[in-house]
């Protein structure tokens, strides 16, 4: 298994650039999510998904769109980057049945350094 | 509403002696409780995890971690540190039902030779 892959691994944008940041699991994972890294702030949570088809919001989803069309992806969207959206990305999945392993415990992709100029 | 505070931004040990790192957490119903750890430019690692069974939950690489209900804490210990602990370590809670993870801060553990 690859688990969790991120792509790119490092990005510079120009203020108001779009890109979408990829997210692939290959563990059959039904819950799916994205976070920001901050300095002093923690992971605080993007979006999340519980299957595909079904996203909704986490903490600071301003600025960010979603979309899960499969099990296996879940790409994060910047419609028109700012300079506060420079942070490190990490996407994560785990199960969301208990009896499928280890209850609600979170896969790490290696994550996307996010650079707004 | 839930939430998570890491009591210490900053701990420095000693090689060899033990490790306390303090989190507390607020949760109106049963939470799942999870440590993770992060070395330095690297993703994020599961250590253990509470789900309302055993109170002392044991991870790995010599961690474990007591759910004290009436204190509302679940503080990550280890008798003996190592040089290899050093790096940033955080508390997650979640609530059954409300799908969204919260992260404390993080402690950033510093162990000297």
């Known amino acids: 298994n690859a688990g969790v892959t991120q792509t790119p691994k490092f990005q510079v944008l120009k203020t108001g650039q779009s890109m979408t940041l990829q997210c692939a699991q290959d563990m059959n994972h039904e819950y799916m999510s994205w976070y920001r890294q901050d300095p002093g702030m923690g992971l605080r949570l993007i979006h999340y998904?519980?299957?595909?088809?079904?996203?909704d919001q986490g903490e600071v989803p301003n600025g960010y769109n979603v979309s899960r069309s499969t099990t296996e992806d879940f790409p994060l969207r910047l419609l028109s980057a700012a300079p506060s959206q420079t942070s490190v990305y990490f996407c994560?999945?785990?199960?969301?049945?208990?009896?499928?392993?280890?209850?609600?415990?979170?896969?790490f992709g290696p994550g996307t350094r996010l650079l707004v100029l | 509403a839930q939430s998570v505070t890491q009591l210490d931004s900053h701990v420095s040990v000693s090689e060899g002696t033990p490790v306390l790192l303090r989190c507390n957490y607020s949760?109106?119903?049963?939470?799942?409780l999870f440590w993770y750890v992060q070395h330095p430019n690297k993703g994020l690692q599961l250590l253990l995890k509470y789900t309302s069974a055993a109170t002392l939950v044991k991870g790995i690489n010599g961690f474990e971690a007591e759910f004290k209900k009436s204190e509302t804490s679940f503080h990550l210990t280890k008798p003996s540190a190592h040089m290899s602990d050093a790096a940033e370590y955080f508390c997650?809670?979640?609530?059954?039902?409300?799908?969204?993870?919260?992260f404390g801060t993080g402690t950033r553990l510093k162990v000297l030779a």
């Open positions: 994560a999945s785990s199960y969301s049945n208990p009896s499928a392993g280890v209850p609600w415990a979170q896969y």
């Open positions: 997650v809670v979640i609530t059954s039902g409300t799908y969204k993870y919260i």
């Open positions: 949760s109106s119903y049963s939470p799942s």
């Open positions: 998904s519980v299957g595909a088809g079904i996203t």
